[in-house]
């Protein structure tokens, strides 16, 4: 069967012997609360936020087709189809709903496949959080951009959100440092 098919093979076979013998809730209310509950709470965050920016985005998405076949229907009169496709593409397109279609199907299925497979270890909590990660930057991203919007009159404002990240900042380097010297 080849090195590849010996590998799954062989993955196959260990998900049988069960290493680890931890319960099926061993990701899910042990591992991920524990050691990942920052981009657990930032994915729960990202999905509010996601839904509500889909929620948003298909209402105009759908004014937006009706304008463009109503263009294409002017553009057809005026050139041929392979000068209308050597046009480039609006900058306004968005791959929003692939990208948070992907990442929370990423973040659930891995989730749930680990959870079902036979070995549970704790060093497989990595392939869950990466996804979660992702998101969660992602929903920062989005929160920092609707905050930097209205702090960009206010001065004060600002100082007060500088200091408060330097203050996290400084707390999160402190612990970080001193869990290196014990």
């Known amino acids: 069967p080849g090195i590849s098919g010996l590998t799954v093979l062989d993955t196959l076979v260990q998900q ?89 199907w990423w973040s659930i299925v891995s989730i749930v496949t680990l959870t079902v497979a036979g070995e549970r270890m704790p060093w497989l909590t990595l392939h869950m959080a990466w996804p979660m990660i992702i998101m969660t ?16 009159d206010t001065k004060l404002q600002q100082v007060i959100l500088s200091v408060l990240v330097l203050a996290v900042f400084s707390v999160s380097a402190f612990q970080a440092i001193r869990s290196l010297y014990g």
């Open 137 to 152: 930057g992602w929903a920062v991203g989005q929160i920092i951009e609707s905050v930097s919007a209205n702090l960009a």
């Open 16 to 104: 049988g012997v069960e290493r680890g013998s931890q319960p099926e809730y061993y990701y899910v209310l042990i591992q991920i609360p524990m050691y990942e509950y920052l981009p657990a709470i930032g994915t729960l965050v990202a999905i509010v936020l996601g839904v509500k920016k889909l929620i948003v985005e298909y209402p105009a998405t759908a004014e937006l087709e009706a304008d463009v076949i109503s263009e294409v229907e002017v553009v057809s009169e005026v050139e041929t189809v392979s000068e209308a496709s050597a046009r480039p593409a609006e900058s306004g397109e968005s791959n929003f709903g692939a990208f948070f279609g992907l990442m929370t």
